[in-house]
């Protein structure tokens, strides 16, 4: 068994969607960033090439690389599990917490869950997310980004 984490941050910005887990949540805002910028998947992506030790998303979608622009993050998800496949692993166990002042994650929280566990061909029991808020300190309280850590376990397959 090998451990992971990840951590990822995005500014909060007009005129983009806010993608979040995997899925769209109605905000007046969205996450600014080269692809769709869905911090929690980032953040899991990290985790997982992490405990694999297969460096970090930067190495394998730069953002200066124009075939990731806009792209959906689900996408490199499941290149990030496909990778992981490739090199004997599986995603075992994965722990989330998304840090926003705004929106509310809670009503969104399963879709993501079963949107996570789908990209990544892992049972729904394995996905683990919650979400807090700061009190109203820092960039995330001043609503100005959301932040994301996750921790994985990754196993040897067979």
Do not use: W
Not at 23 to 32: F, V
Not at 40 to 64: C, K, N, T
């Amino acid at each position: 068994m090998r451990i992971g984490f990840g951590y990822d941050v995005h500014a909060l910005v007009e005129g983009r969607k806010l993608i979040i887990g995997g899925i769209q949540i109605p905000h007046e805002k969205g996450l600014q960033g080269h692809s769709d910028a869905d911090v929690l998947l980032h953040a899991v992506m990290d985790a997982l090439l992490g405990a694999a030790a297969l460096g970090d998303i930067g190495q394998h979608f730069p953002d200066r690389d124009e075939r990731f622009k806009d792209i959906d993050s689900g996408l490199l998800l499941t290149e990030v599990a496909r990778l992981l496949h490739s090199k004997g692993y599986t995603c075992h166990n994965l722990d989330c917490t998304v840090v926003a002042q705004s929106p509310q994650i809670a009503p969104y929280r399963e879709e993501m869950r079963k949107r996570i566990a789908q990209l990544l061909g892992i049972p729904l029991e394995q996905v683990s997310i919650k979400a807090t808020t700061t009190e109203g300190l820092g960039f995330t309280g001043r609503k100005e980004g959301i932040a994301a850590y996750a921790v994985c376990t990754i196993t040897s397959i067979g």
